[in-house]
């Protein structure tokens, strides 16, 4: 329920330190989708008002190192081997990401308080799946294999400037 107010924290933590911040936009090629770039749903939420990136990555499936930017090859130009993610959807493009980025041999925090998802039907078509047990799943799959799992308050008290 706090991913938006602590993205934004976690935002302004890193930018006040100097560091820089890589804002990632699922471009859906779905002209119904909410998140084709025709749509409002396309637009970076209100917490990233006044944020200025250092990378935007475009992207049109789930992992933000298959984005129309390389994040692998900036990443690496700018000599960045850690790698916090946040945002939406938990189980989707950030597990993804986090995934990829782990197998790529970044240190990589999965801030899961920064994350948000939504409940989900079951495969069999009968159930749902809870966003909160969507959420652990994630985490489980990720702490200690591909990730870091952390809070924004964990985060936040290992920046020098914000501790």
């Known amino acids: 329920p706090d991913c938006e107010k602590n993205v934004k924290t976690l935002v302004d933590g890193f930018a006040a330190e100097g560091s820089p911040i890589v804002l990632v936009r699922h471009d859906s090629g779905d002209p119904e ?8 749903g396309n637009a970076f939420k209100p917490a990233l008002d006044g944020v200025e990136p250092a990378l935007v ?42 995934r990829l ?18 409940d989900e039907p079951a495969q069999n078509g009968r159930d749902a799946l809870g966003a909160d047990l969507l959420a652990q799943a994630t985490a489980t799959n990720l ?21």
């Open 57 to 98: 990555v475009p992207k049109h499936v789930h992992s933000a190192f298959h984005g129309e930017v390389d994040l692998h090859a900036w990443l690496r130009r700018e000599e960045i081997g850690e790698i916090l993610v946040c945002g939406i959807q938990t189980n989707r493009c950030c597990e993804t990401t986090a």
């Open 101 to 118: 980025g782990g197998d790529l041999g970044y240190d990589v925090g999965f801030v899961i308080d920064a994350t948000h998802t939504f």
């Open 143 to 163: 702490h200690g294999h591909f990730a870091n799992v952390t809070t924004t308050a964990e985060v936040l008290g290992a920046i020098p400037a914000a501790g």
């Open 33 to 40: 989708s909410p998140l084709h770039p025709d749509r409002a």
